[in-house]
Every structure is written in structure tokens, then in C-alpha cells.
């Protein structure tokens, strides 16, 4: 099953005020040749653009922080749980 | 700051651990609020699927059988997988399940179960304000006195963060320091529902029993390994990898994960399954050597995955009861009326949570040989073909066929004695 497919399952409350994963997209670019982002991040939000820029969407986002962990370039410019109750809500866990 | 506004403990986070300690101390009449960032207390946590019961008997005799936990684990599997081929020991003894006796573990989903437990310290007089994040702490002449949420503050003698792995609040508070993609694993996991009868019938179970199937060699060589677990209702299937070496080979986790659920040994279990959720969770990986040196400051305290309490010594994986012993242990400091701290870590001694990490600390050095997670398991699988390939020609020895196997996967003699030493120090 696709990521996206696998997400369209979870149960989510985006918050569309504040988003509480933020890039430096220059960063990405500039900095960062690894972009361990786009490989460890399990419901796959971190995508390349034609022009090979990083695409982000902090809408399905699981909250589990592999990307902050992995990011050493310092691309994501914060990182935050989401307001209270918005982001995902698990039904099962 | 008036006097109604004052807590006795505020605690972050109704998972196993914030939600132990709070039964615990409101038992004992302490005035406790905790604050969780769900809109239920269970609603943002991933487990891979396992729980060790004793944990709840330290929190109160008995409570285990009210507990919404799901099958009794029965049968103890570990599955070696190379390619399509795959080794399965499956280990199971009635000892750990006596008829009349309290199981040793179940499977369990944590949406569930933490509702379910924070439901039991509200009953003991906990207050449990759910759907608020904690945004900081407050500090007041270096001593934590309090936690800013949303605009609000709220006091209290003493504050603990049970906020987690990432726990933002222990590390903005300077006891725990950023993870490391080195020492930790990204666990994801699919929810896949299925009869209760059709369960039992494929991991041969009777009604209410479980099995806990842990697999290696199934993370492209990355370290880690797949997991499953059978709920009442549903299997829990994950894989665990190492992000570091993930990312370095490159391929996204979620397909690795996706091509294990099409493996011919795990796709029988889940056919006609239907998936119902996604979760992922970062699990620390360091045991012992992971927790912080400092679990405490003036004011503050730090329990559950937060603190470190969790291993994982390969063939099991604890966390969830370590959680609670943790939130057991830093209620009964309070409770004792000396200095919360150092009392602590006294009552982490005493409830043998450090003994118990301390023992097995050396599963670390062994889960750090490599060809654990690519290299042996093609090793048993080639053995293992050899053995079992009879086709009318004239067999090479066994003996013989091992040592082809081994060449053919170079390893030499010496790194297998040299891994053998090694793994057996470690354990």
C-alpha cells in the first residue's frame, strides 16, 4: 500500500493556523546533500520537486521526530508537537 | 499564585508512566493534575504490541484483570528470513500462562490501554486535563515551579515530564539531551483486523491466547527487524530500523516494510486482513547506557521513555511495564516526604528498575554485530536449504555444505569465532 493510501486511514485534526514542523527550504537545498528526510520519514511527507527542491506537508504527519533526529543541516527550523488536540489521533496504537 | 492554583505534582503525559504515577500518588491523596496533548490519554501513542503484567500489580494488586489488554502471550516466535526462504523457532511453556494465575504479558494497543488506566487514577482522584500541550516549564530562580500551556500556568511542588521519547519538555529542561539516529530505531507499524477465529486458526491459539513473533533479516542488512503481535481482533505487523543506516542505503522505510508484509512466510497471516491504521514511533535503543546521567533537577523529575526506561535485548522488547515501574517509583518519592530526587533514584534502585537494565546491558554490544541483520540470517537460510534440498544427486556433506555457505556469504572463520565471543560476552 502507498503511504498516502495508509494515511487517508489514520484518524487526523490538521491544525491549519500553525504548522508545527517548519523548513529553511534554502537549507535543503544549500546545505543538506544526504536528505536523509526523504527515506526515513515512515508516511513519506518529505518529497523532491522537479527542480529538486524538498516538499513538505505536515498534514499526515505520524509525530514520531526521526526527521528532527536525522536532520544535521538543521533544515527543519522547528519542530514541535502539534497544538493540543490537533495532529493524528490514534485509534488502536 | 493563589492556593487553588497549586498541585501538589503536575505530571506531562497520561502514558503508562504519568498515568502509574498519578494513580499512585492520588491514592495516597496527593493533589495531581496531569496534562496530556491527546484528546484521549492513549490517542498519540504507538506500542509495537507487548506488555509484561507485573508492571500493574506494582501499581495495584489485581488491577491487571480489569485491564484492557488484549491475548495472553502463549507462544514466543522468532523468525529468521532471507530472501523468500525463512526459519521460524516457535517457543511456548503453560508455566508462564498457570490456569488461575496472572499471564506473564499480553499483547496490547495503547489507544486502549492508556484510556483505559488514566480512567483508573481519575477514579483514585486524579485530575486528568486532556487535548492541552505543555508548552515550557517555569522557572523560578532555578527551580521549576510550574508548566505554561496554551497562555495558561499552572504550580506545583514538583513537576515530571512523562512526555515521551522526543520528550521536549526533559530536554528544554536540560536533562536530556537530543537522541542520536545512531541509538535509536523508527518503528512503523500497520493495525491489520481480522476474526478472532481466523487468528487462532493460523497461529494455531485457543480463544484468548497470543503469539509474539519477532523477525531478523528483513531490513535490507539495516539494523532492525520486523514484529508482529495477534490482538484480540487484529495482528499488530511493524519493522524497527536504525534511521542512520537507513538513510545510507537509501531506500524508504515504508517500502522495505510494505515488501515484508508480501513475504510468503507473513503474508498467509495477514491475508484477507483489513488494514485499519499507520502508526510510527521512535523506540531508544541504548538500554542502560541510554539514560540520562541526570534524571532530576530542583523541582523536576523525568519517567517512562523519557528517561531511557526502555530495552531491547533482541529476542523481547520492554517499555511499557519499565514506564510504570518508573511512575511507581517516583510516586513512592513523593509519598516518602525526603527530597523527591534523590529519593527517586533511590526507589529506581529499590524496585530493581536500574538492577534490571544494568543486568542486561551487554545485548547492546551484541545487537551492534552487523551481519545479525543480513549476513546470518542468509547463513542459516543457505545451511538450512542445504539440508533440506534432496534431489536424487549424490549430497556434499553437511560440513562440507556449511563451509560452502559461509564462503558464499564471506564470513570467515575468524569473524564467526570472533562474533561468537563477542555475542557471548555481551549476554
Known amino acids: ?93 | 499564585m493563589s492556593g487553588e492554583d497549586k498541585f501538589d505534582v503536575i505530571i506531562i503525559g497520561a502514558g503508562p508512566a504519568g498515568t502509574a504515577c498519578a494513580y499512585t500518588l492520588a491514592k495516597e491523596g496527593k493533589n495531581v493534575l496531569v496534562i496530556e496533548r491527546g484528546v484521549t490519554a492513549g490517542s498519540k501513542n504507538v506500542t509495537g504490541g507487548r506488555f509484561y503484567t507485573y508492571a500493574l500489580d506494582l501499581v495495584e494488586p489485581g488491577l491487571w484483570k480489569d485491564a484492557t489488554l488484549e491475548r495472553k502471550v502463549t507462544h514466543e516466535q522468532i523468525m529468521m528470513m532471507d530472501g523468500n526462504q525463512s526459519i521460524t523457532i516457535d517457543y511456548s511453556n503453560p508455566l508462564f500462562n498457570k490456569e488461575g494465575e496472572m499471564p506473564q504479558s499480553f499483547t496490547i494497543l495503547r489507544a486502549v490501554f492508556d484510556e483505559w488506566f488514566a480512567s483508573k487514577a481519575e477514579e483514585q482522584g486524579a485530575v486528568i486535563a486532556c487535548g492541552i500541550k505543555v508548552d515550557g516549564l517555569i522557572e523560578e530562580n532555578g527551580r521549576i515551579t510550574g508548566v505554561k500551556a496554551g497562555g495558561d500556568e499552572m504550580f506545583a511542588d514538583l513537576v515530571i515530564a512523562a512526555d515521551g521519547v522526543n520528550s521536549m519538555i526533559a530536554r528544554e529542561a536540560g536533562l536530556v539531551p537530543e537522541l542520536s539516529d545512531k541509538t535509536i530505531g523508527v518503528g512503523v507499524k500497520e493495525i491489520i483486523e481480522l476474526p478472532a477465529k481466523t487468528i487462532e486458526e493460523r497461529f494455531h491459539l485457543k480463544p484468548g491466547e497470543g503469539a509474539s513473533l519477532l523477525m531478523l533479516g528483513c531490513t535490507e542488512g539495516i539494523h532492525g527487524g520486523g514484529f508482529l503481535y495477534t490482538n484480540n481482533e487484529s495482528i499488530s505487523l511493524g519493522c524497527v530500523f536504525t534511521p542512520s543506516e537507513a538513510a545510507a542505503h537509501g531506500r524508504q522505510v515504508h517500502d522495505i516494510f510494505q515488501d515484508l508484509k508480501m513475504h510468503p512466510s507473513i503474508y498467509p497471516l495477514i491475508e484477507g486482513g483489513k488494514t485499519v491504521e499507520y502508526g510510527a514511533h521512535l523506540v531508544r535503543e541504548e538500554g542502560y547506557r541510554g539514560i540520562p546521567k541526570q534524571l532530576y533537577r530542583d523541582g523536576l523529575m523525568v519517567i517512562g521513555e523519557a528517561a531511557g526506561f526502555v530495552l531491547n535485548i533482541g529476542y523481547t522488547i520492554r517499555g511499557i511495564d519499565l514506564a510504570i515501574v518508573s511512575g511507581v517509583a517516583a510516586a513512592r518519592a513523593v509519598i516518602s516526604g525526603s527530597n523527591p530526587g534523590p529519593a527517586y533514584l533511590e526507589e529506581l534502585k529499590n524496585i530493581k528498575l536500574l538492577p534490571s537494565m544494568k543486568a542486561v546491558d551487554g545485548y547492546f554490544d551484541l545487537l551492534e554485530i552487523h551481519r545479525l541483520y543480513e549476513t546470518y540470517p542468509k547463513v542459516a537460510g543457505g545451511v538450512f536449504n542445504k539440508m533440506y534440498s534432496i534431489s536424487g544427486e549424490t549430497p556434499v556433506s553437511i560440513k562440507k555444505g556449511i563451509w560452502g555457505v559461509l564462503k558464499d556469504n564471506k564470513v570467515s572463520l575468524w569473524q564467526l569465532v570472533k562474533d561468537g565471543i563477542r555475542g557471548y560476552r555481551s549476554i
Open chain 1, 1 to 93: 500500500m502507498e503511504a498516502a493510501e495508509l494515511l487517508s486511514l489514520n484518524r487526523f485534526e490538521v491544525d491549519e493556523e500553525e504548522p508545527h514542523i517548519v523548513l529553511d527550504k534554502e537549507i535543503c537545498r544549500t546545505k543538506c546533500k544526504s536528505k536523509p528526510c526523504l527515506v526515513v520519514c515512515p508516511a513519506v511527507l518529505y518529497k523532491l520537486d522537479k527542480n529538486g527542491d524538498i516538499t513538505f506537508d505536515y498534514a499526515g504527519c505520524l509525530e514520531c521526530g526521526t526527521c528532527r533526529v536525522v536532520c544535521k543541516e538543521k533544515g527543519i527550523t522547528k519542530w514541535e508537537y502539534p497544538r493540543g488536540t490537533f495532529g493524528v489521533s490514534y485509534r488502536h496504537g
